[in-house]
């Protein structure tokens, strides 16, 4: 069973639908947003990775599900589970997560530890507060103008380089710090029906909120904003499609409050958003070029096999 089809299995057992349930980057719980993520070593790192790198993608990869609901930012609290082999350095470990804990304003309030017989496993839950909107991926319309907050495809060059023993190209610039800044303005302003941040690859996270919304998502090819890599333009696309672990946010905009909200999204960041493609009746997500079109929602990463 695939990842997704395990998770729908999964939401027939609760009563609620997002964001009280199921089904969303966190969920809305009393006046809260919580969310979950796991590092399991052999699947999301290697054992030689330095410790406070995968730590730091552990609290990542949370507060950016709490970004992709417009959450406020900062003034996280955590709980932590813990199952460590023999192997791994204690200290170094510990160290790790404080680094993480006063990097992304969490306070870690509890969590859980066990041994491992063999495989670092970690589970981080974080607690953030909701903005003014809460950011579903169920409420984007036909005619809706779809965004990315910044450019995609460095963070799959990197683990390439990473797994194959290779140092990437000096001067690429990655940020795949989690959009705080900008989630927390999205949930402040009027017009944004739909959000997610990028955790398994473009196509693969528009695609959840195409069948959450029930509609089609259609990408322009000449608008998808690439990374600077050491490749031509046209491979460079392909990493930006289906590369993982960007947080960068993907969300759609009422067409008329669009422009407001690029302006707004400007003068407070200083960030350009990209205007990527539009919404449409119709199901899944498509990339347009030329005369071509392509179905990409299925351009990414899934973890059950
Ligand atoms: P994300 O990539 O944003 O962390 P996921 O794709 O992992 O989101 O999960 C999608 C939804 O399914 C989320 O609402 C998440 O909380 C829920 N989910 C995933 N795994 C489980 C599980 N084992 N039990 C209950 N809910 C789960
Ligand atoms: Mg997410």
Redesign the pocket.
Known sequence: MK??Q??DS??R??PFS?PG???????LFKNTLI???IMAEGVHFLDNEPLDDVVDRLFA??V??IC?MGGRRGGYAALLGLAVPEYVNKEALVRAVEKACSKYSVRLIGGDTTSARRDLFMSLTIIGMPGKYVLCRSGAKSGDLIYLSRALGASKYILECRLGGQKPVAGITTDFSPEDKIGELLGSIDGVTAC??I??GLGA?LR?IADASKVGLRLYYERIPPCDLPFDTEKSIEYALSSGEEYALAFTVNRDLAPLLVNTVFEKTGRHLHLVGEVYKGQGVRLEHGSQSRDIARMGYE?LG
């Open positions: 990842e997704f395990f998770i999964l939401k057992l609760s997002p349930g199921i089904g969303d980057d966190a969920a969310a979950k993520d990869s949370n950016s599900d992709a997610i941040d955790s398994d996270d959840h973890h």
